[in-house]
């Protein structure tokens, strides 16, 4: 069993930036595939950026070079930076975990306002 609890978000002006943080319990954390989705009210959830478990990274089109994850498998925490944030990124962010067995386990969210 993981869990994983987001932590960071909150109201932030047009330009400025947020770290967003990720807590997992369970040894094998080291080993899963970690992902931020975002869920912007009245729409479907999507994928933000990935890490695998040896550090490589993927984003979508419209966050890169704003966005960087990031993780640290000695604490179990996996980051998101995210800079130059728009109106458009605000939305409630999940923590993803997904294991070779086809397991996966979500964080309950949190959520990022830009606004000024």
């Known amino acids: 069993q993981v869990q994983l609890v987001e932590s960071g978000g909150g109201l932030v002006q047009p330009g400025g930036s947020l770290r967003l943080s990720c807590a997992a319990s369970g040894s094998i954390f080291s080993s899963a595939v970690m992902a931020w989705y975002r869920q912007a009210p009245g729409k479907q959830r999507n994928l933000v950026a990935t890490i695998t478990s040896g550090g490589s990274t993927n984003y979508v089109d419209s966050v890169k070079s704003r966005f960087t994850i990031s993780r640290d498998n000695a604490k179990r925490m996996v980051y998101l930076q995210m800079n130059s944030l728009k109106p458009e990124d605000t939305a409630v962010y999940y923590c993803?975990?997904?294991?070779?067995?086809?397991?996966?386990?979500w964080g309950q969210g949190t959520q990022v306002t830009v606004s000024s």
């Open positions: 993803k975990a997904a294991f070779v067995t086809g397991k996966v386990y």
